[in-house]
């Protein structure tokens, strides 16, 4: 991958960031989608504060 070298970013934070994908990337995919779930509990609550959810926004039960 080429990089602009007038970046404002450190190349080790890339670098870093990169690191850190590949490790996600080879996660199982249940390690995976716990982890999208667990981002969107997180979220839920903030977007609800702003507005009211729109239908397709709202959270399907998934908990066991």
Do not use: F, G, Y
Not at 7 to 17: C, F, R
């Amino acid at each position: 991958m080429e990089r602009n070298r007038a970046t404002a970013v450190s190349p080790d934070l890339i670098e870093s960031k990169e690191a850190w994908h590949r490790v996600q990337a080879s996660w199982p995919i249940r390690e995976k989608v716990r982890v999208l779930l667990e981002l969107q509990r997180q979220d839920l609550p903030l977007l609800e504060k702003q507005r009211p959810l729109r239908a397709w926004e709202k959270p399907w039960p998934v908990e066991p």
